[in-house]
């Protein structure tokens, strides 16, 4: 062969390569960008505290003053945007399905029994306000 076709076959090569190249870079951009925004919420997360303006409540204390049993709340979020709450308040027990959306890079919606509440995510934590009339109360859970 001589050199002009071998120059022309190499150059085809590598443009091949290169656009080859761009279409992988362009997918694995658009599969990261769309598991981490919607999906970091995806887990078990325990609510470990209460903040009820100055003062900290371990969330067993909080929930079961008494206790007569151990005070626990736990929510699983699921990757399809539903949601499965469960908790004992002193000697009350259950479960609840729900459905969580994502509101922005680090707020979440969920509704549980048709109440909604937004929760923020804070580095690996999520906070949950709850105003009252006289203070506001901040639920602290954690990713078990």
């Known amino acids: 062969m001589n050199s002009n076709v071998e120059q022309k076959i190499k150059k085809h090569d590598i443009s091949r390569t290169f656009v080859l190249f761009c279409v992988l870079i362009v997918m694995l951009s658009g599969i990261f960008s769309g598991c981490g925004e919607n999906k970091q919420i995806v887990g078990q997360w325990h609510m470990t505290k209460v903040l009820v303006g100055d003062t900290e409540y ?5 929930l079961d003053p ?4 151990d ?6 979020f699921y990757g399809d945007n539903t949601l499965i709450a ?3 308040l002193g000697t009350i027990k259950g479960a609840s399905d729900g459905k969580w959306k994502n509101v922005n890079e ?9 109440q909604e509440r937004e929760v923020k995510m804070v580095e690996d934590i999520l906070l949950m306000d709850i105003e009252l009339e006289d203070a506001t109360i901040v639920i602290v859970f954690e990713r078990q």
Do not use: E, L, P, R
């Not at 008494?66 to 049993?69: A, D, K, L």
């Open 66 to 69: 008494t206790n007569q049993t």
């Open 86 to 88: 469960t908790g004992s």
């Open 106 to 114: 680090n707020t979440f919606s969920m509704t549980i029994d048709n």
């Open 58 to 62: 371990d969330a067993a204390t909080f």
């Open 71 to 76: 005070g626990t709340f736990v929510i699983q």
